[in-house]
């Protein structure tokens, strides 16, 4: 005890004599003079402190309430976003407003003591928030329970059902607490999609009222909460202003072209939204390379999608311009049923039913998404590859803590300063993690039994190649704020593995793709942690427990919707409410994939060219690379080839009205304010965007419960000038709905 308490002191007094140095300067002081360069690194000495009291608790009665109460709601609101035309992930910013709002009360109401034991604190807040965050996570797993309801008429047992969610959670999680000294502990590392929320937590807790940044943010808030149920609710035509559509309010290509209220509306070139839901906050706060790479792609979206589909390619006129369901070679839906017998491929009833088809932009988003996967790992290994070895060899050598601490000096084990500031606080040892991994693995193979679809070693393999995907998707994330989809991918290996099994295929998917998107939110999480100054195990338990509320209340939503919205769900236009793109998307690819992937993803197949996209994936990095290595002084190292590729099929499903809102905010402010009004954009723009997401999101978790279905009641609003009639036969943009 002695021999830990010395160590302790220890570390208190090289975290005090960093955080003395480093707290020469404030945050405001520093953010009146930095200029931030167009990757966003920088931003970061503007926006964390470098000040910590290793004393204020975290684990407190606040915590346990609020956190408890925070990750039922978040828990809900991210499964009903599963079912909504965009899909959006459940802000962080909100959660904090209410983690904020309740932990003062909570402060002042209870009685000084074991249950309020000192001031409500942003470490306090911080961990609350991630374990309700954490709640909200975990969504993708509920894919397969929805696309076996729907379209296999298979149901879960509740109990199966929440393993099946907590395991795709937890092997992430495991997988993580190896890679930390080369995905959260660098000061590369910075995740700029995390700083929002560390912005709004130094800011609540400056201690000044009056503070700017803080009236900014509430401003924001009440805003957006009043706002968002005018295009949500009230006038859903402005959730794109298309002045084509509205000059021409009947033709079909110009739907194709400018609309994109509705999901696969149309591309909705040049539409304006007045709606942040569909926004987002990506232009405020992505690095100015990313948003560059991400135009670039979005431009070639718009012109190839339309030439696929002008110059018939994969027959595509006689499908629709967008859709991700199945067709036969007529333009009928194509019924799976037909083909598979125990859930299986039936070869006879294959060859007298035919092949199914997709639409020209569905397949080519698949063939885009295969793309993004290679080139983001020969990306990472060709710009990283020797920092990511520096930092294996930190983590196995011997010379190390024994906590895991990482070593070296490269970009990649250079830690940053917070990292030191955190060790005052003892480190989550390996075999915490290596625990979790094993019970979680172990409840996979529970899982595969129970279902008895995906055989033992294909659930080993899909788990090893998920902890090798980590380091590429959670180094992209770590470095851009952009991480390439590897579901796709994933899943067409399960289909040239496991031919003729569709439902092998989901497993095979769910728990390799959801393990890859759970580790890299967790690496987020760990970070915001580690700006936070909060102990490693304080975050590590708070995660287990949001994860464990959401698996519960993931499932009980999940069942709710399907049950009250099921013939919505299976209509592929939806409605301005509600979707199931995300479940008809999974299992078409389950079935295209899962069944038939040798008949007609291999050479000389229908879609042979969406598996060649593997290889060209691979080689497009490599001329930027070498371009750079020969040629340093133009720029090349800024092509992110992974960025490019996934933009490349950004308009191919959802809604599409926003992004050119989006690239006006990009160009406002990453490229102008920040180079030109630094003082404002490093004081402000984190701010604002939380204050923009949080009253957007919880107006539209009111909305959702209160008239739009999700509570059991719906209640239409009037039709007038920006709510048309469905039946006038237009969508709420007034593009018309005539094919």
Known sequence: MDV??????????????????????????????????????DIVKAIVSAEDDPTEPVFTFRFWFLGTILGIFAGSLGQLYTFKPQTVAVSSLMLSVFGYVGGLFLSKVLPTGVLNPSKFNKKELALTVICASTAGKGVASTLIIGAKDLFFNQKYAYVDAIILVMVTQFIGYGAVGLFRPVLVYPRRAFYPTALSGVSLYETLFAQNLNDKAFKLFWMATAGLFFWTFMPQYLAPTLIGVSVFCLANQNSPRFTQLFGGVNNNEGLGILSISFDWNNIGEDGLVYPWVTQVNQMIGMIGCVIIIPLLYDNNVWNAKSFPFMAQGLYLATGKKYNQSKILTNNALDEDKYAAYGQPYYASSWAFNTMMQNMSVTAGIVHVILWHGS?????????????????????????????????????????????????????????????????????????????????????????????????????????????????????????????????????????????????????????????????????????????????????????????????????????????????????????????????????????????????????????????????????????????????????????????????????????????????????????????????????????????????????????????????
Request: glycine share 10%; with cysteine.
């Open 4 to 41: 830990e308490k010395k160590d302790l002191e220890s570390k208190e007094t090289d975290a005090e004599l960093h955080s003395t140095h480093a707290g020469a300067a404030t945050r405001d002081e520093i953010a009146e003079t930095l200029k931030v360069d167009a990757w966003g690194f």
């Open 387 to 739: 920092d990511i070895m520096a930092g294996a060899r930190s983590v196995i050598n011997k010379n190390k803590n024994t906590e895991g601490g990482p070593v070296g000096s490269n970009e990649l084990t250079d830690v940053d300063e917070t990292y030191l500031l955190t060790s005052v606080h003892p480190e989550v040892p390996h075999w915490w993690y290596g625990l979790l991994m094993v019970i979680s693995l172990a409840l996979g193979f529970y899982s595969c039994l129970r279902d008895d679809s995906l055989p033992w070693w294909a659930f080993i393999l899909t788990i090893v190649m998920a902890f090798f995907f980590i380091i590429v998707s959670g180094l992209l994330a770590a470095f851009t704020g952009f991480s390439p989809p590897f579901k796709t991918f994933i899943q067409l290996i399960g289909g040239f593995i496991l031919p003729g099994k569709p439902i092998a295929n989901m497993y095979f998917t769910t728990f390799g793709a959801n393990t890859i998107t759970e580790a890299v939110a967790m690496c987020t999480d760990l970070k915001v942690g580690q700006y936070m100054k909060i102990a490693p195990r304080a975050v590590f338990w708070a995660q287990m427990y949001g994860g464990f509320i959401g698996a519960l209340v993931h499932w009980v939503l999940n069942h709710i919707v399907l049950e009250q919205k099921r013939d919505i769900l299976l209509d592929p236009n939806g409605d301005n409410n509600w979707s199931g793109q995300n479940i008809i998307g999974f299992n078409t690819k389950a079935i295209t994939f899962g069944t038939l992937a040798p008949k007609i993803l291999a050479a000389g197949g229908t879609y042979e060219w969406l598996s060649y996209a593997f290889i060209v994936g691979a080689v497009l990095p490599i001329p930027f690379w070498l371009g750079h290595k020969y040629f340093p002084k133009i720029g090349f190292n800024y092509v992110n080839t992974a960025i490019l590729s996934w933009y490349f099929c950004i308009f191919t499903v959802g809604v599409n009205s926003g992004w050119t809102s989006r690239i006006i905010l990009g160009f406002t402010f990453q490229l102008y304010m920040r180079r030109y009004q630094s003082a404002w954009f490093n004081k402000y723009t984190y701010i604002l965007a939380a204050g923009l997401n949080a009253g957007t999101q919880l107006a539209v978790f009111l909305m959702s419960f209160a008239f739009q279905g999700a509570g059991g009641v719906t209640v239409d609003p009037p039709f007038w000038a920006l709510n048309p009639n469905p039946e006038s036969g237009v969508f709420s943009d007034y593009c018309t709905r005539s094919k």
